[in-house]
């Protein structure tokens, strides 16, 4: 089993930043790959970004590309979500996830551990 817990959510304006932050404890994550997904008010959750093992290859949904950067530490078995440049519409729940494989996959169906959720609105 492994649990995930994230945290650094908030509310933040318009072109502001946030870092997230998913702790994961119990099995060992350092050889799957991990992601950051997001639900909306009233939408179904979605693929953000996502990390492979090592940390060498990174995914990102087109509407974050270029603003948000995912990381991990392995050291510490947590993974981050840099969050620039934030819009309203990226207002939602974050959940990270762990991986069923090592390699990047981006459908929700492939993660099989996920977090509580962190909360981040972004207001204008």
């Known amino acids: 089993q492994v649990q995930l817990v994230e945290s650094g959510g908030g509310l933040v304006q318009a072109g502001g930043s946030l870092r997230l932050s998913c702790a994961a404890s119990?099995?060992?994550?350092?050889?799957?790959?991990m992601g950051w997904f997001r639900q909306g008010p009233g939408k179904e959750r979605e693929f953000v970004a996502a990390i492979n093992w090592s940390g060498s290859y990174t995914v990102y949904a087109d509407s974050v590309k270029g603003r948000f950067s995912i990381s991990r530490d392995n050291a510490k078995s947590t993974v981050y979500l840099q969050m620039n440049s934030l819009k309203p519409e990226d207002t939602a729940v974050y959940y990270c996830?762990?991986?069923?494989?090592?390699?990047?996959?981006?459908?929700?169906?492939?993660?099989?551990?996920w977090g509580q959720g962190t909360q981040v609105t972004v207001s204008s």
């Open positions: 996830a762990v991986c069923s494989r090592n390699w990047i996959v981006t459908t929700i169906q492939s993660y099989n551990y």
């Open positions: 119990g099995r060992t994550v350092s050889t799957y790959a």
